[in-house]
């Protein structure tokens, strides 16, 4: 690749990774000595490596996880979970369905009382109560759902804060990592020669 074309694609990859790190996206991007740009997206969102050329080099993300028992399994068990979350926070960066859906509900109910009273030589009293009741109920539900697949999903550190009492797992997906996953899935489907 020659200079112009270097300079080109640095200037790609730098201008989409500013137009997410705006004010009103956040995200903090910064570009390294080797030429890559790295793009942190929010407090506790993946990271993105961009190479010079403005494809991606690999992605990752890191999720800490709170362990009631710090034992060993307490501590597995934990970092298992963090896993899981972190992968989980990479599907939901690249696609996620979000549903938003109001309920109200009204209920009225009339109810209608009549007591009759009698005493001995007098006449009968009649009383009429008429009692409404209105219930109304607002209900609101706001989820969001993702799911994706990942290839070449590598666990990249794990560990345990005592002080925080806390269990992290940092994963990632790099371009290496997706064509080692390629080159085995390849190897296993096609058929003996």
């Known amino acids: 690749m020659n200079q112009r074309a270097h300079t080109a694609a640095l ?3 730098a201008t989409i990774v500013v137009g997410f790190a705006g004010p009103t996206l956040g995200g903090d991007a910064s570009v390294q000595g080797d030429g ?17 050329d403005g494809s991606v080099k690999r992605i990752y993300s890191r999720y800490g996880q709170p362990v009631e028992f710090g034992d060993r399994r307490g501590i597995s ?16 960066f690249m696609n996620q369905a979000v549903t938003s859906n109001r309920v109200v509900t009204e209920i009225e109910t009339d109810l209608n009382k009549m007591t009759q009273e009698r005493q001995t030589g ?5 009383k009429k ?10 209900t609101e539900v706001t ?4 799911a994706g697949k990942l290839k070449g999903v590598i666990v990249l550190e794990k560990g345990y ?12 997906i790099s371009d290496k990592t997706i064509a080692a996953a390629n080159a085995v899935q390849n190897m296993v489907t096609e058929s003996p020669k």
Do not use: C, H, Y
């Not at 890559?36 to 010079?52: F, L, R, S, Y």
């Not at 989820?143 to 993702?146: C, N, Q, V």
């Not at 804060?161 to 990632?172: F, I, N, P, S």
């Open 36 to 52: 890559t740009t790295t793009w942190q997206a929010g407090v506790d969102g993946v990271e993105i490596v961009w190479n010079p």
């Open 143 to 146: 989820g969001s759902f993702a």
């Open 161 to 172: 804060d005592e002080k925080k009492e806390d269990a992290w797992v940092v994963v990632g």
């Open 11 to 13: 200037l790609v990859a």
């Open 77 to 92: 068990t934990a970092q298992v979970i963090a896993e899981e979350k972190a992968k989980g926070a990479i599907v939901r």
């Open 122 to 126: 007098m006449g009968a009293t009649v």
């Open 129 to 138: 109560i008429d009692q409404r009741d209105l219930v109304t109920n607002l």
